[in-house]
């Protein structure tokens, strides 16, 4: 290669490194410039969201929006779905036992060969004579009854000439029961399971307020499809699976996911972070009060009337006051400063979608609702020691897999009643009164038993000590301030010294075991109890153990925050993954394992899912022995005398 070659390709190389340079600069200009308009358009959105916010004040109190709006609305709507439950286990039997044991039908002989009601009978003479029968069948003004096929036979069920009974002992009415109960149950969950991301973002885009109403919407058509089965069971297509669509509907809504969502969205876009907690539990004890007072008012419509029907009517009613109420008196809570925001933000991120991968974008769109799965994966140890090789914590699953497993013992509510109809005799009015003792049962120890315990056997704060020689102390910062005006620079910087919680992730693990205990002791009382009385108490001891998911979720926080003390401000994706393991294992999992043990060993050993359970609660006790709460918080912050945070935080590493 001759020298003029050579330098002309040096030349080319640099003309070619300076494009590159020059492109490299455009894309940070370009990237740089982007960011500087999100973050202005950001700062606008905040402050149109704080105009529009500020202007609720201005508004009549019936358009303003508030907190107290959807616990209203959400004590309706807990009204109606603890209303349902006892009826809608009867009604699953009524039918199952319709259609595989009717012998147990009252006035069967008539029934079955299907003569025709008063309103479809036939003038005697518009089929000419009619021969006299054996049994002196006689005709009335020229009506007579006539006999038809089973295939052409159009009257409706009626649910009071079943001997309920009977039905409730049968072991093959009980395992079809439990097998509609697992079927409608799990198809629920796993339509809503998908839906309810899709329908949270859209009430970014939309406002709460229509999904809502849609989610109300889908739970109106399952009940009306109910209905109509209980009509016309034997006519319809696929006789009581034909309740099939009204789940499909439903869990296409979204479902009682989909609602519990907008609800918690609702009360975060009218509370700030002072009042927030506050509100949520006020929204939770008035779900207890539902729980409390549904069951009893469909206890009595069921005694007065003596049908489930006309429960199920009630809780039809109570469902469209809720949803009327959504869609035209229930202010919307987004702004649309938030709104704009939302629908910005999904189209940055799908703005560089590469299109053309269908089958990838698929996956993604059907495993889009376990990607919050992925913050529960074990992380490397941040307080190991620094000259070993630090291993995995495997912590935050042990507590979600924990978490789940309790979780899925709700599963097992609706087989208790069946449970209980079959060995007590219970009638649908006994079980609805067992629910509402239940939830008061409830109610009291997480009101009012839970914050006691809390309070007077949680480890106080502890105060870090200034020297080596300086033991730690339980730290009053109120009580100094109160005795002394003019402290001494000494006890100034005693007083700012950092407070830390003394083993509260510790003692928040002890109650979840605990509580896990009280859990097996129930299921160990349910599964021997020989009295109705006895299995109303043990069930009382498994309300107990509801201490569990705040104590839980609590400690999963404190283990997160340990874990990753980088991303302690995102603990939205933790609650988020919690949100899907609770879908996962109470909406699916759950019932369909529970339902199916019981459904197949009814007729022989009909405790078994409640052995079943028992054995769920071991699993739950054994993940949680491989549970390391961390001793004391990563990110305690000094308190100095006049209360304020300051902004640099002391961190502590762990002790064992």
Not at 146 to 171: F, G, H, N, R, W
Not at 219 to 235: F, R
Not at 240 to 264: E, K, P
Request: aromatic content about 8%.
């Amino acid at each position: 290669m001759t020298p003029f070659r050579r330098a002309g390709g040096r030349a080319e190389d640099s003309v070619h490194n300076r494009e590159e340079h020059s492109n490299s600069l455009q894309e940070q200009n370009t990237l740089l410039s982007s960011d500087q308009e999100e973050s202005r358009l950001s700062a606008e959105e905040d402050e149109e969201h704080a105009l529009e916010v500020s202007s609720w004040k201005n508004l009549p109190w019936w358009k303003r929006p508030s907190p107290h709006w959807i616990i209203l609305v959400g004590a309706i709507r807990g009204v109606a779905n603890f209303a349902a439950m006892a009826p809608a286990v009867a009604l699953f039997t009524d039918l199952a036992c319709h259609v595989h044991k009717p012998e147990y039908v009252i006035n069967h002989a008539q029934h079955s060969a299907s003569f025709l009601s008063a309103d479809t009978l036939v003038k005697a003479s518009t089929i000419g004579p009619i021969p006299q029968t054996s049994d002196g069948d006689k005709t009335v003004d020229g009506i007579v009854s006539v006999y038809l096929p089973d295939s052409l036979y159009t009257a409706s069920l009626d649910l009071t000439q079943i001997d309920e009974e009977k039905c409730a002992s049968d072991p093959v009415v009980q395992a079809a029961a439990a097998k509609i109960l697992a079927v409608v149950s799990t198809t629920v969950g796993i339509l809503s399971c998908l839906t309810t991301g899709w329908w949270g973002s859209m009430s970014d885009f939309y406002g709460r307020r229509i999904v809502l109403f849609v989610s109300a919407l889908g739970v109106l058509m399952a009940i009306l499809v109910q209905i109509l089965t209980a009509w016309y069971v034997d006519i319809l297509p696929g006789g009581y699976w034909f309740m099939l669509l009204g789940c499909v509907l439903d869990g296409l809504c979204g479902s009682l996911s989909t609602s519990v969502a907008m609800n918690q969205s609702y009360l975060a876009d009218t509370t700030n972070s002072s009042t927030r907690s506050r509100y949520f539990s006020l929204s939770l004890g008035f779900l207890f009060v539902g729980e409390a007072i549904g069951p009893v008012l469909a206890g009595l419509l069921i005694r007065t009337t003596g049908t489930v029907l006309s429960a199920i009517y009630f809780v039809f009613i109570l469902q469209g006051i809720f949803a009327m109420i959504t869609l035209l008196i229930l202010p919307e809570s987004l702004t649309r400063a938030r709104a704009r925001g939302a629908r910005r933000q999904w189209r940055k991120e799908n703005m560089n979608k590469v299109h053309g991968g269908g089958t990838l974008d698929v996956r993604k769109g059907t495993s889009a609702f376990l990607s919050p799965l992925l913050v529960l994966l074990p992380e490397r140890a941040s307080d190991a020691n620094p000259l070993e090789r630090k291993g995995r914590d495997w912590s935050l699953l042990c507590i979600a897999i924990a978490y789940g497993l309790f979780e899925s013992l709700i599963g097992t509510s609706a087989y208790k009643l069946q449970y209980a109809a079959a060995q007590f005799k219970w009638t649908p009015v006994t079980t609805s009164y067992f629910i509402s003792i239940n939830g008061v049962s409830r109610a009291i120890f997480l009101a009012v038993i839970l914050p006691v315990i809390i309070k007077y056997l949680q480890p106080a704060p502890i105060q870090l000590s200034s020297t080596p020689d300086e033991s730690l102390r339980g730290a009053d910062l109120s009580a100094s301030r109160g005795t002394r005006s003019h402290p001494s620079s000494a006890q100034v910087n005693a007083t700012e010294r950092p407070l830390l919680p003394s083993n509260t992730s510790a003692f928040d693990l002890k109650v979840a075991r605990v509580s896990m205990g009280l859990e097996g002791l129930s299921f160990v009382g349910l599964a021997v109890a020989g009295t109705g009385t006895l299995f109303t108490l043990a069930n009382m001891v498994d309300s107990l153990g509801t201490g569990i998911a705040p104590s839980l979720e609590s400690l999963a926080l404190a283990v997160y925050s340990h874990q990753r003390p980088q991303n302690k401000s995102e603990v939205g994706k933790l609650f988020g993954a919690f949100s899907v393991v609770r879908v996962l294992s109470f909406g699916i999992c759950g019932p369909a394992l529970f339902g199916f043990v019981y459904a197949n060993t009814v007729a022989f050993f009909p405790q078994a899912f409640l052995i079943a359970a028992l054995c769920a609660t071991w699993l739950a006790l054994f993940v949680l022995a491989f549970v390391r709460a961390p001793s004391e918080s990563t990110g305690s912050r000094v308190l100095p005398e006049d209360g304020n945070e300051e902004s640099q935080p002391v961190v502590v590493g762990s002790r064992e």
